[in-house]
Protein backbone atom coordinates (compact mmCIF):
# COMPACT_ATOMS: atom_id res chain seq x y z
CA UNK A 1 0.00 0.00 0.00
CA UNK A 2 1.35 3.55 -0.72
CA UNK A 3 0.18 6.80 1.04
CA UNK A 4 0.87 10.38 0.00
CA UNK A 5 0.91 12.51 3.00
CA UNK A 6 0.91 16.13 2.87
CA UNK A 7 1.44 17.29 6.33
CA UNK A 8 3.59 19.66 8.37
CA UNK A 9 7.36 18.74 9.89
CA UNK A 10 8.94 19.48 12.72
CA UNK A 11 12.41 19.05 14.34
CA UNK A 12 11.48 18.42 17.56
CA UNK A 13 8.38 16.40 18.72
CA UNK A 14 5.63 14.19 16.88
CA UNK A 15 3.01 15.98 14.76
CA UNK A 16 1.99 15.99 11.26
CA UNK A 17 4.37 13.53 9.23
CA UNK A 18 6.94 13.53 11.74
CA UNK A 19 4.35 12.12 13.82
CA UNK A 20 1.92 9.73 11.01
CA UNK A 21 5.23 8.80 8.78
CA UNK A 22 6.95 6.02 11.01
CA UNK A 23 4.04 4.25 12.52
CA UNK A 24 2.44 3.97 8.43
CA UNK A 25 6.01 2.25 7.71
CA UNK A 26 5.81 -0.22 10.79
CA UNK A 27 2.54 -1.29 9.32
CA UNK A 28 4.52 -1.62 5.99
CA UNK A 29 2.75 1.15 4.04
CA UNK A 30 5.20 3.03 1.46
CA UNK A 31 4.90 6.86 2.38
CA UNK A 32 5.56 9.71 0.13
CA UNK A 33 5.66 12.63 3.00
CA UNK A 34 4.99 15.97 1.37
CA UNK A 35 6.22 18.70 3.72
CA UNK A 36 3.69 21.67 4.20
CA UNK A 37 5.74 23.52 6.89
CA UNK A 38 9.69 23.33 7.98
CA UNK A 39 9.39 24.04 11.84
CA UNK A 40 11.19 23.34 15.15
CA UNK A 41 8.28 22.37 16.93
CA UNK A 42 4.96 22.78 17.50
CA UNK A 43 2.93 25.76 18.49
CA UNK A 44 2.61 25.57 22.31
CA UNK A 45 6.01 26.00 23.42
CA UNK A 46 7.46 30.04 24.08
CA UNK A 47 9.29 29.87 20.99
CA UNK A 48 9.05 28.81 17.50
CA UNK A 49 10.93 28.85 14.69
CA UNK A 50 11.38 27.38 10.89
CA UNK A 51 7.89 28.78 8.69
CA UNK A 52 5.25 27.73 6.33
CA UNK A 53 6.61 26.52 3.26
CA UNK A 54 5.59 28.75 -0.15
CA UNK A 55 2.75 27.72 -1.94
CA UNK A 56 4.62 26.77 -5.24
CA UNK A 57 7.43 24.36 -3.38
CA UNK A 58 4.52 22.63 -2.06
CA UNK A 59 3.03 22.46 -5.80
CA UNK A 60 7.06 21.89 -6.96
CA UNK A 61 7.14 18.81 -4.58
CA UNK A 62 3.61 17.47 -5.70
CA UNK A 63 4.06 17.86 -9.10
CA UNK A 64 7.44 16.17 -8.73
CA UNK A 65 5.70 12.78 -6.79
CA UNK A 66 3.30 12.82 -10.11
CA UNK A 67 6.36 13.24 -12.48
CA UNK A 68 7.31 9.93 -10.82
CA UNK A 69 4.27 7.96 -11.31
CA UNK A 70 3.20 8.22 -7.62
CA UNK A 71 -0.68 8.87 -9.00
CA UNK A 72 -0.71 5.23 -10.55
CA UNK A 73 0.46 3.60 -7.46
CA UNK A 74 -1.04 4.94 -4.59
CA UNK A 75 -3.80 4.16 -2.78
CA UNK A 76 -4.89 6.89 -0.14
CA UNK A 77 -4.08 10.89 -0.58
CA UNK A 78 -4.09 12.44 3.28
CA UNK A 79 -3.74 16.01 4.29
CA UNK A 80 -3.31 17.37 7.44
CA UNK A 81 -2.21 20.64 8.36
CA UNK A 82 -2.05 22.69 5.46
CA UNK A 83 -0.49 26.71 7.00
CA UNK A 84 -1.96 28.63 4.76
CA UNK A 85 -5.14 29.58 2.23
CA UNK A 86 -2.71 28.96 -1.00
CA UNK A 87 -0.99 25.49 0.22
CA UNK A 88 -4.86 24.72 0.91
CA UNK A 89 -6.01 25.39 -3.43
CA UNK A 90 -2.94 23.83 -3.90
CA UNK A 91 -3.68 20.49 -2.02
CA UNK A 92 -7.01 20.79 -3.68
CA UNK A 93 -5.87 21.19 -7.43
CA UNK A 94 -3.63 18.19 -6.64
CA UNK A 95 -6.00 16.00 -5.16
CA UNK A 96 -8.60 16.92 -8.06
CA UNK A 97 -6.40 15.88 -10.47
CA UNK A 98 -4.89 12.33 -8.81
CA UNK A 99 -8.67 11.32 -8.65
CA UNK A 100 -9.32 12.16 -11.95
CA UNK A 101 -6.10 10.32 -13.22
CA UNK A 102 -6.68 7.56 -10.35
CA UNK A 103 -10.67 6.85 -9.29
CA UNK A 104 -9.69 4.26 -7.19
CA UNK A 105 -7.68 6.77 -5.11
CA UNK A 106 -9.14 7.23 -1.24
CA UNK A 107 -8.64 11.07 -0.13
CA UNK A 108 -8.43 11.31 3.49
CA UNK A 109 -8.38 14.71 4.61
CA UNK A 110 -7.92 15.52 8.54
CA UNK A 111 -9.13 19.38 8.45
CA UNK A 112 -6.59 20.45 11.37
CA UNK A 113 -8.69 23.77 11.85
CA UNK A 114 -8.84 24.08 15.32
CA UNK A 115 -10.58 23.09 18.51
CA UNK A 116 -12.72 23.72 22.09
CA UNK A 117 -10.07 25.58 23.68
CA UNK A 118 -8.47 27.28 21.22
CA UNK A 119 -11.45 27.72 18.92
CA UNK A 120 -10.03 28.28 15.35
CA UNK A 121 -6.42 28.52 15.31
CA UNK A 122 -5.10 28.41 11.76
CA UNK A 123 -5.32 31.45 9.57
CA UNK A 124 -8.99 33.08 9.04
CA UNK A 125 -8.92 32.23 5.02
CA UNK A 126 -8.05 28.21 5.38
CA UNK A 127 -11.20 26.94 7.01
CA UNK A 128 -13.64 28.31 3.92
CA UNK A 129 -11.39 26.76 1.09
CA UNK A 130 -11.06 23.07 3.31
CA UNK A 131 -15.52 23.59 3.45
CA UNK A 132 -15.72 24.48 0.27
CA UNK A 133 -12.70 23.37 -2.29
CA UNK A 134 -11.38 19.84 0.02
CA UNK A 135 -14.67 18.58 1.50
CA UNK A 136 -15.96 17.89 -1.71
CA UNK A 137 -13.35 15.47 -2.90
CA UNK A 138 -13.34 13.55 -0.15
CA UNK A 139 -13.58 10.18 0.78
CA UNK A 140 -13.30 10.06 4.46
CA UNK A 141 -12.80 12.98 6.89
CA UNK A 142 -11.33 13.29 10.25
CA UNK A 143 -12.60 16.52 11.97
CA UNK A 144 -12.43 16.80 15.82
CA UNK A 145 -16.26 17.68 17.75
CA UNK A 146 -15.23 21.46 16.95
CA UNK A 147 -14.15 21.07 13.20
CA UNK A 148 -17.34 18.95 12.80
CA UNK A 149 -19.70 21.77 13.93
CA UNK A 150 -17.78 24.56 12.16
CA UNK A 151 -17.49 22.36 8.57
CA UNK A 152 -21.77 22.18 8.86
CA UNK A 153 -22.90 25.09 10.39
CA UNK A 154 -24.78 22.93 12.80
CA UNK A 155 -24.68 22.59 16.42
CA UNK A 156 -24.40 18.43 17.31
CA UNK A 157 -24.22 17.46 20.70
CA UNK A 158 -25.99 14.17 19.87
CA UNK A 159 -25.40 11.47 18.00
CA UNK A 160 -28.62 11.86 16.03
CA UNK A 161 -27.49 15.27 16.05
CA UNK A 162 -24.01 14.16 14.10
CA UNK A 163 -25.89 12.26 11.66
CA UNK A 164 -28.47 14.87 11.01
CA UNK A 165 -25.57 17.43 10.64
CA UNK A 166 -23.52 14.66 8.62
CA UNK A 167 -26.19 14.20 6.10
CA UNK A 168 -27.39 17.47 5.49
CA UNK A 169 -23.38 17.44 4.26
CA UNK A 170 -23.30 14.45 1.80
CA UNK A 171 -21.80 12.18 4.43
CA UNK A 172 -22.59 9.26 6.62
CA UNK A 173 -21.64 8.55 10.23
CA UNK A 174 -21.04 5.56 13.01
CA UNK A 175 -22.73 2.22 11.60
CA UNK A 176 -23.26 3.02 8.34
CA UNK A 177 -19.65 3.76 7.78
CA UNK A 178 -19.32 0.22 9.09
CA UNK A 179 -21.64 -1.20 5.67
CA UNK A 180 -19.80 0.69 3.18
CA UNK A 181 -16.80 -0.69 1.43
CA UNK A 182 -14.05 2.30 1.88
CA UNK A 183 -12.14 1.81 -1.72
CA UNK A 184 -16.01 2.75 -3.75
CA UNK A 185 -14.61 6.39 -3.99
CA UNK A 186 -17.94 7.15 -5.61
CA UNK A 187 -19.38 7.53 -1.73
CA UNK A 188 -18.25 10.14 0.45
CA UNK A 189 -17.64 9.37 4.46
CA UNK A 190 -17.14 11.61 8.05
CA UNK A 191 -16.08 10.09 10.99
CA UNK A 192 -16.85 12.96 13.41
CA UNK A 193 -16.91 14.62 17.07
CA UNK A 194 -13.33 12.91 18.31
CA UNK A 195 -14.38 15.55 21.84
CA UNK A 196 -17.31 14.65 22.08
CA UNK A 197 -18.56 12.41 25.08
CA UNK A 198 -21.62 11.40 24.44
CA UNK A 199 -21.96 7.81 24.60
CA UNK A 200 -23.20 6.82 21.63
CA UNK A 201 -20.46 8.93 19.67
CA UNK A 202 -18.00 7.22 21.72
CA UNK A 203 -19.39 3.96 20.86
CA UNK A 204 -19.20 4.84 17.42
CA UNK A 205 -15.58 5.91 16.98
CA UNK A 206 -14.73 3.25 18.97
CA UNK A 207 -15.73 0.63 16.51
CA UNK A 208 -14.16 2.55 13.73
CA UNK A 209 -10.75 2.63 15.66
CA UNK A 210 -11.22 -1.62 16.33
CA UNK A 211 -12.75 -2.55 12.93
CA UNK A 212 -12.57 -0.32 10.02
CA UNK A 213 -8.90 1.17 10.54
CA UNK A 214 -6.69 -2.05 10.54
CA UNK A 215 -8.95 -2.77 7.07
CA UNK A 216 -6.34 0.34 5.70
CA UNK A 217 -3.32 -1.37 6.55
Known amino acids: MSVISIQSQVAYGHVGNS ?23 RPGYPTIRG ?7 VADLLLGVEERG ?14 SAEIAVVVADFVARAKARNPALI ?10 DRALFVHADIPPIVRDLLCPLVDMI ?31 VGELLLRQN ?33 KLK
Do not use: K
Not at 70 to 83: H, N, Q, R
Not at 148 to 163: K, Y
Not at 183 to 211: F, W
Open 70 to 83: ALDTAEVILSGYLG
Open 182 to 214: LARAAERYIVAAVGCQDPAVRAHLDTYTSQIAP
Open 51 to 57: RVLEAQL
Open 19 to 41: AAVFPMQMHGIDVIAVPTTLLSN
Open 107 to 116: YCCDPVLGDR
Open 142 to 172: TPNHFEFEWLCGARATTIAQVIDAAAGGGYT
